[in-house]
């Protein structure tokens, strides 16, 4: 099963406030979205379950034909993920694949590399970009060790793995890795090849004169010296 977690969209990406307003920030949430879906539907999954309750989201799942876990709690995206992760055994599921709904360059053989390299019995992680958080986990049996995401959760999650004994792989892959939270994830994202619905509005926003200024600005306050 690939579980696609989705919290309230309307409240997206509140790390690009200060260059995008909340209306820019939900429909680019949602561009990422439906980029993700696509190539997951091109992969042709036979079991996909977006775990929210957002209406956004509950649309795509419509469109795209995949099942929905309810999150009625919306409360974080590691409660969500055990939650799901329970119904997924309730059903005799044995292996989870979880992705996020914000890694837009993602691709179809990305997912099928993670499937192809995926022990018997034990975990494959993707890390992001920075190698400090965790954009793709499998999981194989579904409970071999609980997810907790975050900015640094790369190395519990790795640490976690190693501890159940079972076979650990870490995959690097460039789709999966750019996850956009920052605005120079942003940037990389308008950068990169590709004529994604997300990468378009990454573009408009960031050749928009009143926006340089911003960029720069938030570019700036991550420089702790300069020599």
């Not at 820019?24 to 977006?50: I, K, Y």
């Not at 519990?156 to 792989?169: G, R």
Request: contains cysteine.
């Amino acid at each position: 099963m690939i579980l696609i977690p989705v919290k309230d969209l309307s409240k997206a990406k509140q790390r690009l406030a200060t260059i995008a307003e909340q209306s820019w920030r939900t429909e680019f949430a949602q561009a990422m979205l439906a980029d993700v879906l696509e190539q997951v539907a091109s992969f042709g999954a036979d079991d996909v379950s977006l775990v929210t309750s957002d209406s956004c989201a509950l649309e795509l799942t419509q469109r795209f034909g995949f099942d929905v876990i309810r999150d009625y709690s919306s409360h974080s995206e590691t409660d969500a993920i055990d939650m799901a992760t329970r119904e997924c055994e309730s059903r005799g599921i044995d292996t989870t694949l979880v992705i996020p709904g914000d890694i837009p360059l993602l691709s179809a053989s990305e997912i099928q590399s993670i499937y192809e390299n995926a022990p018997v019995t034990g975990s494959v992680l993707v890390p992001s970009h920075d190698k400090r958080g965790t954009n793709a986990a499998l999981r194989r049996p579904a409970s071999l060790f609980p997810l907790r995401f975050g900015n640094d959760s790369f190395m519990p999650h790795l640490s976690a793995a190693i501890a159940t004994e079972k076979s650990c792989i870490i995959l690097s892959l460039p789709g999966i890795a750019l996850d956009i939270d920052t605005p120079d994830d942003l940037l990389r994202l308008a950068h990169s090849s590709g004529e994604k619905r997300s990468q378009i509005l990454a573009r408009q926003l960031t050749r928009s004169a009143p926006v340089e200024t911003a960029f720069a600005q938030a570019d700036d306050s991550s420089v702790v010296a300069k020599i």
